[in-house]
């Protein structure tokens, strides 16, 4: 096992430099995204009613008489 300066371990492989700098920059990456997605979410506004896509699914079909006219239609 070899340990990096960043404090990460390598269990199996023999890692190159920079192997080792992209896997650190990418656990970096992911968490200064987390930390700042709590303070990202709170300043975010609710979606509109625009947004919303559940408008955009049709009725379920209703089977009786006329009920082929119906599953034309939206």
Do not use: K, N
Request: hydrophobic letters at 45%; aromatic letters at 2%; proline letters at 9%.
């Amino acid at each position: 096992m070899t340990e990096d300066p960043a404090g990460l371990t390598v269990v199996a492989g023999q890692p190159t430099a920079e192997e080792l700098a992209a896997l650190t920059a990418a656990v970096t990456g992911v968490l200064a995204a987390r930390a700042a997605g709590g303070r990202a979410a709170a300043a975010r506004r609710p979606a509109g009613g625009w947004a919303d896509r559940a408008r955009l699914l049709r009725a379920p079909l209703a089977p009786g008489p006329g009920g082929w006219r119906r599953s034309a239609r939206p």
